[in-house]
């Protein structure tokens, strides 16, 4: 069994999902009272989307490997990024990392190969919408991977950073969001929604949604578990 390390922080409100689900996550497949060792380095949300807003790469690759060689100094055997924002750099990151990290993108992009969809829509901050490292490993498969347009996304942008990542979930923000997706079904013609922010669950918990979700948290935390598990 392996220990994993998390760099949290960014932000808060995953991080909180992504350390349960994992700990009892383990614990169920073990079948046994175990919780399995797990080191989060908590770091800040604002600095990733600072960062990653103003393209500075290199800072971004500096700030999010000093996190990862504390979780190897920690013990951590393998890491991975409570974010997708932050896998802009991931390539990178990799390759300069003391451990092998696993990547939320590749996980959800597997996940997308084996449900066999062939366009799906991708909500996220500006970053992650617009740019095209989360869009290029599904185009590599043959997954069309779309955006709402440029008023929509800046308008998620504002809430996941003003709302979200704080833990305030609105109503009319929800409304409005579903809104985009029901668009983009009717007129892009969408067969899934990748939530490519880990706040964004919050918005869509309890809510009827024309198309299947993504939930990269979710499909990362289970890919973290069979990576603990691993011998």
Do not use: W
């Not at 800072?59 to 013990?75: D, E, F, I, M, P």
């Amino acid at each position: 069994m392996k220990k994993l390390g998390l760099i949290g922080g960014v932000g808060p409100e995953s991080t909180i999902p992504y350390y349960k689900g994992i700990l009892y996550g383990v614990k169920a497949r073990k079948e046994t009272p175990y919780l399995p060792p797990l080191t989060i380095e908590s770091l800040s949300c604002y600095e990733v989307i600072r960062m990653s807003n103003e393209g500075d790469t290199e800072g971004l690759t500096a700030y999010l490997l000093a996190g990862v060689r504390n979780l190897a100094a920690a013990g951590a055997e393998v890491g991975a990024l409570a974010c997708n924002t932050g896998h802009m750099v991931f390539d990178v990151l990799q390759k300069a990392s003391p451990i092998p990290l696993v990547s939320i993108v590749d996980v959800t992009c597997a996940e997308a190969v084996r449900e066999g969809y062939q366009k799906v829509g991708l909500l996220g901050t500006a970053v992650t919408m617009e740019t095209d490292f989360f869009k290029k490993p599904f185009r590599e498969v043959g997954i069309e991977v779309v955006s709402p347009d440029a008023e929509e996304c800046a308008y998620i942008e504002d809430h996941i950073v003003n709302e979200l990542e704080v833990g305030i979930v609105n109503e009319d923000t929800a409304v409005h969001i579903l809104k985009v997706v029901e668009r983009m079904v009717s007129e892009q013609k969408i067969e899934a929604i990748v939530l490519g922010c880990t706040e964004l669950p919050l918005l869509f918990e309890g809510r009827k949604v024309p198309v299947p979700l993504l939930d990269t948290m979710k499909i990362h935390i289970d890919a973290l578990i069979n990576t603990i598990l691993e011998e």
